[in-house]
């Protein structure tokens, strides 16, 4: 299968830093992302989907200004998250997207989880 | 839009017995449905899934589910419940259109008691 690799696998920071997740496609090209939040005991959120070489698109209520998305290549995603507070304390995880014809098949990193003291 | 329901919030069962794990879908269109796992603190794990093909999906550690369009449902089973089973499964349906945009279930965490 395909691998998608996330980094860091954690990460603490404090207060008002800014972090950044990356996301890699290790064996195929993907020109659509997505990034998703997990809050304790509960599901994935979509937060955004990036899209290579052109802007991410955002679900309601996500704030683009504090959660920065670049798909400069067909492997790599980035997520920023800017000016960190503990409310953004959460298990952030990205897919990638395969195409293959008449199928598109998502595949997982293993997912970021990030504190903010 | 499509969504999916996860009936259970939690279930329990004992080491050896049947797992149910109980999911509904909403779709305009003939959805492709997953089942994922995810152990505590992990990524995510595709059990199996549903593409239009079959009815009765074969997944991985011998999980099936059964895609039913008169009950809009896609339940996941397995004859004999493992300790290692215990997990978070969440019920996922693609968007249509969408590039592998997914919407998630609640989810359901299965117990497995000794």
């Known amino acids: 299968g395909a691998v998608v690799s996330q980094h860091p696998s954690w990460v603490i920071c404090k207060s008002g830093t800014s972090v950044k997740i990356e996301c890699r496609s290790l064996?195929?090209?993907?020109?659509?992302m997505f990034w998703y939040r997990q809050f304790p005991k509960q599901s994935l959120m979509l937060m955004a989907t990036s899209n290579e070489g052109s802007k991410a698109t955002y679900e309601q209520g996500v704030e683009k200004d504090k959660f920065l998305i670049n798909h400069a290549s067909l492997t790599l995603s980035t997520l920023t998250v800017t000016s960190a507070h503990p409310e953004d304390s959460s298990f952030y995880i990205c897919?990638?997207?395969?195409?293959?014809?008449?199928?598109?098949?998502?595949?997982f990193g293993q997912g970021t989880r990030l504190t903010v003291v | 839009a499509q969504s999916v329901t996860q009936l259970d919030s939690h279930v329990s069962v004992s080491e050896g017995t049947p797992v149910l794990l109980r999911c509904n879908y909403s779709?305009?269109?003939?959805?492709?449905l997953f089942w994922y796992v995810q152990h505590p603190n992990k990524g995510l794990q595709l059990l199996l899934k549903y593409t239009s093909a079959a009815t009765l999906v074969k997944g991985i550690n011998g999980f099936e589910a059964e895609f039913k369009k008169s009950e809009t449902s896609f339940h996941l089973t397995k004859p004999s419940a493992h300790m290692s089973d215990a997990a978070e499964y969440f019920c996922v349906v693609s968007v249509v259109f969408q590039g592998g945009k997914l919407i998630f279930g609640q989810g359901t965490e299965l117990s497995v008691k000794p």
């Open positions: 897919s990638a997207s395969r195409y293959r014809t008449g199928d598109t098949e998502a595949f």
């Open positions: 779709s305009s269109y003939s959805p492709s």
């Open positions: 064996d195929f090209q993907a020109t659509t």
